[in-house]
């Protein structure tokens, strides 16, 4: 006969596993999830279905076979995420004929006034940071070619030129959304006046990834970030990328699937804590996809699944702390360093003790196990994803098998201690016709710019 108190236990983790259960999804759904999607990047494609679409499918005007690139000195910008950064870019050539990059940076925070203040507010701040670099570099009196990362969804009209479609990740700022944002870039320079710049592409993050591990593996033809948020590029035959003229040769497509469920297709699947985060993001109704996946909501999912069980008397003795009860203090860092637990529970006590409560193990082996919940789902979800983006590539290609290789970078994918093999798993249970390499990028953002830069004053020229 099992003990009282072992009965209230495995009642009490019967009761828990329910309520995480409704995070696994079955290889079917996840199946269903991919086809959605490939419905939606067709839709993003074509003229007639664009607007409609919720996976925007953008042109990036980056293209295949660059034919060469100018070797030196090329400034890299890189605004997507928590902090701002200026990279100076050394391009030459290596003894094969290749690339051969060295990089220095410097990090900048973004104040969060500058978030959600006005266009000119941003883009001097910006003016700013870079005036600040080319002093500490003593290089002011050159005008360097400029890269410019940023990763938000952006319709281009060239590479040099796009405009901002909306903001995502938390930014606010006004007077951007519809404006072309490299004009305002060369605005706010020319308003300092203390240094010049020729801006000469704009680039997504997925893409400069995407580039910047094309260097070291020319099988790659896919780029992806998993970090504060969540996109994938990859190279479109131009035949189907109906928003641009030209039918030869290929161009890469920002796909921005994190918008992906905006007109409906993730209903099915959403969970309470999904409505909850998504209602108190600013941008309520956009980007659901991404705020299953993203670092920006993995924490904050997290923390509603605990409030949830300790409402059902399934956790804390039913009591949170105050800091528990806070919206944002469960960052999507502690996922990781909670799933980092060895076995002795000692990081997962060590967490939840920072946010006031005092655990039992049952407690620490629950919030574990709704940790884990929320970031395979993450992983899985978004494998969905990737698997629709290489098997369209895949039937484009006409081939049994393909070759590929995807560069990927975020902090997601490459802090968090399990997503990235929860990921890889199920990407190739997805895609199995498919011999998928996963490459790490590392500066990729700002090399990649660079890089595109190099390509973009050789075509120039
Ligand atoms: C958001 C942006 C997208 C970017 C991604 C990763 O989804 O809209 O442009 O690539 O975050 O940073």
């Not at 108190?5 to 495995?10: E, F, S, V, W, Y």
């Not at 269903?32 to 990047?41: D, N, P, S, T």
């Not at 469960?330 to 939840?352: A, P, W």
Request: with cysteine; hydrophobic share 35%.
């Amino acid at each position: 006969m099992p003990s009282n108190r072992a009965r209230i236990d495995r009642g009490r983790m019967q009761k828990v596993q329910q309520i995480l259960s409704e995070f696994h999804l079955q290889k079917e759904e996840l199946l269903e999830v991919m086809q959605r999607i490939q419905q939606e990047m067709e839709k993003g494609l074509r003229l007639e279905t664009h607007k409609t679409a919720s996976v925007k499918m953008l042109p990036t005007y980056v293209r295949s076979t660059p034919d060469g690139s100018e070797v030196g000195d090329f400034l890299a910008l890189d605004l997507g995420g928590t902090n701002f950064r200026v990279m100076l870019v050394k391009v030459s050539e290596d003894a094969q004929g290749g690339w051969k990059i060295e990089t220095s940076n410097q990090m900048y925070d973004i104040p969060a006034d500058v978030m959600t203040g006005t266009a000119e507010m941003l883009f001097d701040y910006i003016a700013q940071c870079i005036s600040n670099f080319l002093d500490q570099y003593s290089m002011k009196d050159k005008k360097l070619p400029l890269g410019f990362t940023f990763s938000f969804p952006v319709r281009h009209e060239d590479i040099d030129k796009g405009i901002l479609l909306n903001w995502t990740k938390g930014f606010k700022t006004s007077g951007v959304e519809g404006n072309n944002v490299v004009g305002l870039l060369r605005d706010a320079i020319k308003r300092r006046g203390d240094f010049e710049m020729d801006v000469v592409a704009m680039v997504n993050d997925t893409v400069a990834t995407m580039i910047s591990c094309y260097y070291e593996d020319h099988s790659c033809e896919v780029g992806m970030i998993v970090g504060t948020g969540c996109n994938a590029c990859y190279m479109e035959e131009m035949k189907n990328v109906e928003l641009v003229e030209g039918e030869e040769g290929r161009m890469c497509v920002n796909t921005e699937w994190g918008g992906f469920g905006d007109t409906g297709e993730l209903e099915k699947f959403r969970l309470e804590y999904d409505c909850v985060v998504d209602e108190a993001s600013v941008n309520p109704g956009y980007q659901l996809y991404e705020k299953i996946i993203g670092g920006k909501y993995m924490g904050e999912l997290t923390r509603l699944v605990l409030l949830k069980l300790v409402n059902q008397n399934l956790l804390f003795n039913g009591e949170a702390s105050q800091l528990m009860k806070t919206r944002g203090s469960f960052e999507t860092r502690l996922l990781s360093q909670i799933e980092s637990d060895t076995g002795d529970q000692k990081q997962i006590y060590n967490v939840l003790t920072t946010l006031g409560v005092l655990p039992s193990k049952a407690d620490c082996e629950i919030v574990h196990l709704a940790c884990e919940s929320v970031s395979t789902r993450a992983a899985h979800v978004c494998a969905a994803g990737l698997a629709g983006v290489i098997n369209r590539m895949w039937k484009n290609k006409c081939k049994e098998t393909m070759k590929i290789t995807v560069g990927i970078d975020g902090s997601v994918y490459k802090y968090h201690p399990h997503f990235k093999h929860r990921f890889h798993t199920m990407v190739r249970e997805l895609a199995p016709c498919c011999d998928i390499t996963f490459l790490q990028s590392n500066e990729g953002s700002g090399r990649g710019a660079a890089l595109i830069s190099a390509v973009a004053c050789k075509m120039a020229s």
